[in-house]
């Protein structure tokens, strides 16, 4: 069901350090059926191993992708907040070329939510979804999408049926690779000799600087920076030709690269900049890393001391966002219907489940107003500002929010969220 690692996934090396060990944890979002919830649970090995060569961060473990990836439940379009995020990238590529009917590929692309954005903007598009049920969704949605993992039959797939591809999206999506130099070499065999690649990954200075802990689950193999990715893609015959930091989920990474041979310019300004900034961070020291794991205990202790409180006043605290991230922090922290009596989620798939591990209760949002509770714990606190706009009646109602990222808060709203 799953393999260990002893080398790094991007340059091979096998001077690893282990740097977090967040215990036994079920796979974050292997929700449970009420019905099933005597039965026992996987649990899989949670360590972060840190590459003394390329500075890659990586699980030590790999769990088989058809395990974690045929049925998923995670769906773009629900947030709004990327939504936006989607509609702003495919507007700022737009302005990138000066030809139009592009055709953009994207990759692991969900329910098509990225994709719709490009159609708005002229451009002819294809999705490649590995989970069954959501692609199903998007070619509902008449985004057309071939239901596959990415690799090199796929990628020839794609170039039989629909010729060489000018835009190459992977948002969100890289972190989620083994083999990730496979992939890379699949997008260079499809991609049109002046194309684009746009992937988009979790940062890992957020990681380090902000806690960002919970963001680590056994989907997410792989936690960046710029400087392995600049290996990475050079490795398999691209140039990295610009790069930016964008807010979503947390803070991510936005890295663009084109083939070798390709008359694209470099920003060299852009990524140097951001090369010295790492290393003025200390992100190439394994000893920065370390210091994550301290933080991560009183993250730990500083909630559930809070919950305890909150609990010995006969106070109700519910949460909001059955997220990945709210797995993580959950099952590492202990937290279950002990301290958190229910989880309130806008993903129809979520709902009437349980979270994996502790089994805590997933409803719509129109369950909170008829169940009031004190307090709302902001699982997934990348989207804060978007729940508690949508939790108005909660603050009415005098409820606050706890906020467990970058350091244990409670917050009454979103002008408190810095």
Not at 48 to 64: A, G, K, T
Not at 385 to 408: D, N, Q
């Amino acid at each position: 069901m799953f393999k260990e690692i002893n080398c790094c996934r991007i340059c091979n090396s096998s001077n690893l350090s282990e740097y977090l060990d967040l215990g036994k944890t079920p796979l974050a979002n292997s929700l449970v059926r009420p019905e099933n919830k005597d039965k026992k649970e996987i649990f899989f090995p949670l360590k972060v191993l840190f590459c003394n060569n390329c500075f890659l961060s990586q699980l030590s473990i790999v769990v088989d992708p058809e395990i974690l990836f045929k049925d998923y439940v995670y769906r773009s379009s629900v947030s709004k907040t990327f939504q936006n995020h989607c509609n702003q990238m495919a507007k700022e590529l737009k302005k990138r070329f000066e030809k139009e009917n592009l055709l953009v590929l994207d990759i692991a692309s969900n329910d098509g939510c990225l994709l719709q954005e490009f159609k708005k903007q002229g451009f002819k598009v294809i999705g490649v979804e590995p989970a069954v049920n959501i692609s199903k969704i998007a070619n509902e949605n008449k985004i057309q999408t071939i239901n596959a993992f990415w690799d090199l039959d796929t990628a020839k797939k794609v170039l039989e049926e629909f010729g060489k591809v000018n835009v190459i999206t992977a948002t969100n999506v890289l972190a989620h690779v083994d083999e990730v130099s496979s992939f890379v070499s699949a997008m260079h065999y499809v991609l049109d000799d002046n194309g684009l690649i746009v992937i988009e990954v979790p940062y890992a200075e957020n990681l380090i600087e902000k806690n960002q802990f919970d963001t680590i689950y056994h989907e997410h193999l792989s936690y960046f920076i710029f400087r392995p990715l600049i290996e990475l893609f050079e490795r398999n015959n691209f140039k990295v030709i610009d790069v930016q930091k964008v807010d979503i989920h947390g803070g991510t990474l936005r890295v663009f690269a084109a083939k070798k041979t390709s008359s694209r310019k470099i920003n060299e300004n852009a990524i140097q900049q951001l090369l010295k900034e790492e290393k003025s961070k200390n992100l190439y020291k394994i000893e920065t890393y370390f210091q994550l794991a301290k933080n991560t205990e009183k993250i730990k202790f500083d909630l559930v001391s809070l919950l305890k409180e909150i609990k010995e006043k006969n106070q109700k605290t519910a949460a909001y966002g059955a997220s990945a991230k709210g797995s993580t922090l959950l099952n590492y922290c202990n937290i279950g219907t002990d301290f958190i009596d229910f989880i309130i989620d806008d993903t129809p798939e979520k709902q009437n489940l349980l979270t994996p591990g502790k089994h805590i209760p997933i409803f719509p949002r129109s369950f909170l107003e008829e169940n009031k509770t004190d307090f709302l714990l902001l699982l997934s606190w990348n989207f804060a500002k978007e729940f508690i706009s949508k939790t108005a009646e909660h603050r009415k109602k005098g409820g606050k929010y706890i906020l467990p990222i970058p350091e244990v808060k409670v917050i009454e709203s979103e002008e408190e969220i810095t």
